[in-house]
């Protein structure tokens, strides 16, 4: 054997590899791995060339003869799978390469991680996510689709949506549209292929992070960086974007399918375990909601619970809230830093005391800087649909669905508040009650969505403080958490 010549993966062994070479360059060109060896006579049918090789009868070499065909520049080989084209910056310098889904373009946001394993479109939807990228610590996003039935609000409020993998099958019955697809309608961007398990640790460790995420190839790591550590979500007013603009009735109650309360069931002659129950209530109350950010299943379930409800923009003015003529008053879940929104602390503050009060997640909040209190931010907060809560009058613990960065501190509420919720991860304050003010509230959403029920009987908690205060106030309010029909009495 004299020399063997190859020819991108084509290997051609004797004398003529150099001959074969010249007089036909395109043979350089294929991709066969097909060998030819010493001695040999081969005759392929897989080149397009069809060069026709044969044994010239001598020992020492391989004599290669080729039509003399045109052949043309091999097609552009392109990947059958998606590239990274997306960029996570976070504050602290470190860069996340991904693939990008739903809208493009750049946004800037805090990213704080959700332990949900469900419930993607919910937490979509809800209004408290604004200004931030939300990370899903469950690993496979996107299998359920979209369906218009699970909207917490009319539209998408987060920055964006971060996954380590995007589900490229939807298998569900309700499903109508796929996930990538719905983000894009709604002008929100998504990431996946990215490492949540080492974001989220991290977020752990260093606190909530501020990020950009962008598909933007023209901006250098150093530039988006620069965003990323001009940008802060502290003392930014996000109320105002979220909130209605005028006032408007809701009537909807949660479905006959959905209902799951006994609280709110009136078996009106069937059995009270079927679902085709009657959702009644034997005193209909009048709940105005100042709308924060509220999500639409508080309202489902105030409304389930027999209420009358006018949801009013968080600007309202006190005393035309009153004007309504209440018999409760509902300070609702919003995104943001409750010191950013002075004046919704100052309506909270005017009208306490004068009607039974329900603070929810920012209502909470705010009801303690109402009542004169002070709230800080949190580590990286509270996000997910796992959080255990103990209810401290009855010792109950209630796995509860909870999105906030700010908590309230008890030791600066003044005397006669009582501490009711404690959140048992790190002991923060998870629900208060006033009774000489009629005031309760809660760090968490009752409602769920996505989440337990275990919460639900906070709004029947309300409905009784109302029933107590239409039949003559005592100064003291009661829990339906301890299990039973009766109304437990918080107050020392």
Same mark, same amino acid.
């Given at each position: 054997?004299?020399?063997?010549?190859?020819?991108?993966?084509?290997?051609?062994?004797?004398?003529?590899?150099?001959?074969?070479?010249?007089?036909?360059?395109?043979?350089?060109?294929?991709?066969?791995?097909?060998?030819?060896?010493?001695?040999?006579?081969?005759?392929?049918?897989?080149?397009?060339?069809?060069?026709?090789?044969?044994?010239?009868?001598?020992?020492?070499?391989?004599?290669?003869?080729?039509?003399?065909?045109?052949?043309?520049?091999?097609?552009?080989?392109?990947?059958?799978?998606?590239?990274?084209?997306?960029?996570?910056?976070?504050?602290?310098?470190?860069v996340?390469?991904?693939?990008?889904?739903?809208?493009?373009?750049?946004?800037?946001?805090?990213?704080?991680?959700?332990?949900s394993?469900?419930?993607?479109?919910?937490?979509?939807?809800?209004?408290?996510?604004?200004?931030?990228?939300?990370?899903?610590?469950?690993?496979?996003?996107?299998?359920?689709?979209?369906?218009?039935?699970?909207?917490?609000?009319?539209?998408?409020?987060?920055? *964006?949506?971060?996954?380590?993998?995007?589900?490229?099958?939807?298998?569900?019955?309700?499903?109508?549209?796929?996930?990538?697809?719905?983000?894009?309608?709604?002008?929100?961007?998504?990431?996946?292929?990215?490492?949540?398990?080492?974001?989220?640790?991290?977020?752990?460790?260093?606190?909530?992070?501020?990020?950009?995420l962008?598909?933007?190839?023209?901006?250098?790591?150093?530039?988006?960086?620069?965003?990323?550590?001009?940008?802060?979500?502290?003392?930014?007013d996000?109320?105002?974007?979220?909130?209605?603009?005028?006032?408007?009735?809701?009537?909807e109650?949660?479905?006959?399918?959905?209902?799951?309360?006994?609280?709110?069931?009136?078996?009106?002659?069937?059995?009270?375990?079927?679902?085709?129950?009657?959702?009644?209530?034997?005193?209909?109350?009048?709940?105005?909601?100042?709308?924060?950010?509220?999500?639409?299943?508080?309202?489902?379930?105030?409304s389930?619970?027999?209420?009358?409800?006018?949801?009013?923009?968080?600007?309202?003015?006190?005393?035309?809230?009153?004007?309504?003529?209440?018999?409760?008053?509902?300070?609702?879940?919003?995104?943001g830093?409750?010191?950013?929104?002075?004046? $919704?602390?100052?309506?909270?503050?005017?009208?306490?005391?004068?009607?039974?009060?329900?603070?929810?997640?920012?209502?909470?909040?705010?009801?303690?800087? $109402?009542?004169?209190?002070?709230?800080?931010?949190?580590?990286?907060?509270?996000? *997910?649909?796992?959080?255990?809560?103990?209810?401290?009058?009855?010792g109950?613990?209630?796995?509860?669905?909870?999105?906030h960065?700010?908590?309230?501190?008890?030791?600066?509420?003044?005397?006669g508040?009582?501490?009711?919720?404690?959140?048992?991860?790190?002991?923060?304050? $998870?629900?208060?009650?006033?009774?000489?003010?009629?005031?309760?509230?809660?760090?968490?959403?009752?409602?769920?969505?996505?989440?337990?029920?275990?919460?639900?009987?906070?709004?029947?908690?309300?409905?009784?403080?109302?029933e107590?205060?239409?039949?003559?106030?005592?100064?003291?309010?009661?829990?339906?958490?301890?299990?039973?029909?009766?109304?437990?009495?918080?107050?020392?």
């Amino acid at each position: 054997m004299r020399g063997v010549g190859r020819f991108s993966g084509l290997e051609v062994c004797g004398s003529s590899a150099a001959t074969a070479s010249a007089s036909f360059p395109a043979l350089q060109s294929f991709s066969a791995s097909t060998s030819l060896f010493f001695s040999t006579r081969i005759r392929s049918q897989a080149f397009a060339a069809s060069p026709e090789l044969s044994d010239n009868g001598s020992k020492g070499s391989l004599l290669v003869t080729c039509k003399a065909v045109e052949v043309g520049a091999p097609a552009t080989v392109t990947r059958p799978w998606k590239t990274a084209d997306c960029r996570l910056v976070l504050e602290d310098g470190s860069v996340w390469r991904g693939k990008g889904f739903g809208a493009t373009g750049t946004q800037v946001g805090e990213v704080v991680f959700n332990t949900s394993l469900t419930g993607y479109q919910e937490i979509l939807t809800d209004p408290s996510y604004a200004g931030q990228f939300v990370l899903m610590t469950q690993p496979h996003i996107g299998n359920t689709g979209i369906n218009l039935d699970d909207e917490e609000s009319e539209r998408c409020f987060l920055g *964006g949506l971060l996954v380590r993998s995007l589900s490229n099958t939807v298998s569900n019955w309700r499903s109508t549209e796929e996930l990538a697809a719905y983000l894009k309608k709604r002008n929100v961007m998504g990431i996946s292929d990215i490492d949540t398990r080492a974001i989220t640790k991290r977020l752990r460790e260093e606190g909530s992070l501020v990020g950009v995420l962008t598909t933007d190839d023209s901006k250098s790591d150093g530039e988006i960086l620069a965003m990323a550590r001009t940008w802060s979500i502290v003392g930014k007013d996000l109320i105002t974007d979220v909130s209605c603009r005028q006032p408007y009735e809701w009537k909807e109650k949660t479905g006959t399918d959905w209902e799951f309360s006994s609280s709110t069931i009136v078996a009106s002659g069937q059995d009270p375990s079927d679902h085709r129950h009657e959702i009644v209530s034997s005193a209909q109350f009048h709940v105005v909601v100042y709308d924060f950010g509220v999500k639409q299943n508080i309202l489902r379930r105030l409304s389930s619970y027999g209420c009358k409800l006018t949801v009013v923009p968080s600007s309202w003015p006190a005393a035309e809230v009153m004007k309504l003529n209440p018999d409760g008053i509902l300070f609702s879940n919003g995104p943001g830093d409750p010191s950013a929104v002075p004046y $919704a602390v100052e309506s909270v503050k005017a009208l306490v005391g004068k009607v039974p009060v329900f603070g929810i997640c920012m209502g909470h909040q705010l009801l303690g800087q $109402a009542l004169g209190g002070t709230t800080f931010k949190m580590k990286f907060g509270h996000h *997910g649909g796992n959080h255990p809560v103990r209810h401290l009058p009855t010792g109950r613990v209630e796995i509860s669905a909870q999105n906030h960065n700010y908590a309230v501190n008890p030791a600066t509420l003044p005397e006669g508040v009582q501490v009711t919720h404690v959140n048992l991860n790190d002991g923060s304050c $998870a629900g208060l009650i006033f009774p000489a003010m009629k005031a309760m509230s809660i760090q968490y959403h009752p409602e769920a969505s996505p989440g337990p029920h275990d919460a639900d009987p906070n709004f029947y908690d309300f409905i009784k403080m109302m029933e107590h205060n239409k039949n003559g106030w005592h100064g003291s309010t009661a829990g339906a958490n301890d299990g039973d029909d009766g109304f437990a009495q918080l107050s020392a």
